[in-house]
C-alpha cells in the first residue's frame, strides 16, 4: 500500500518558518519526481515546487521562489519543504505528491498519481 505522510504543520507568525517533510512507503521516491502542492479555502489546488528524482532540477511557483526550498534524500525516502518568511497568503493545507517514475517536474495536479493527505499551514499573527 502506497502511503506519503506529510508532518504536522502549524501556526506560525508572519516572517517565521516551517519545515514540513513527506515520508513515502510503499514506493521508492529515487525515480520519481516529488511535488509540494497546496490549496486554500475556496480556491483550486496550485503548485508550489517539485524536484527531480536525482534532486538536479527544482522548480518553484513564482509566489514562493526564494522563499521557500524544496529537497529530498532518497535515503529516507523523504521530501521536504523548508518555508521562510512566511506570509498569511501562504495559508493552506500543503501536500506532497509523487509523479511516475523518471518524470520531469510539472506544475499540474493530474500528472501526479499518488498524494498525502495533507497538512495545514496557518499563518497569522
Known amino acids: 500500500q502506497v502511503q506519503l505522510v506529510e508532518s504536522e504543520g502549524g501556526l506560525v507568525q508572519p516572517g517565521g518558518s516551517l519545515r514540513l517533510s513527506c515520508a513515502a512507503s510503499?514506493?521508492?521516491?529515487?525515480?520519481?519526481?516529488m511535488g509540494w502542492f497546496r490549496q486554500a479555502p475556496g480556491k483550486e489546488r496550485e503548485f508550489v515546487a517539485a524536484i527531480t528524482w536525482s534532486g538536479s532540477t527544482a522548480n518553484y511557483a513564482d509566489s514562493v521562489r526564494g522563499r521557500f526550498t524544496i529537497s529530498r534524500d532518497n535515503g529516507k525516502n523523504t521530501v521536504s519543504l523548508q518555508m521562510n518568511s512566511l506570509k498569511p497568503e501562504d495559508t493552506a493545507v500543503y501536500y506532497c505528491?509523487?509523479?511516475?517514475?523518471?518524470?520531469?517536474?510539472?506544475?499540474?495536479?493530474?500528472?501526479?498519481?499518488?498524494w498525502g493527505q495533507g497538512t495545514q499551514v496557518t499563518v497569522s499573527s
Open positions: 510503499g514506493l521508492t521516491i529515487s525515480s520519481r519526481t
Open positions: 505528491a509523487a509523479r511516475p517514475p523518471y518524470r520531469n517536474g510539472s506544475p499540474f495536479v493530474p500528472e501526479y498519481d499518488y
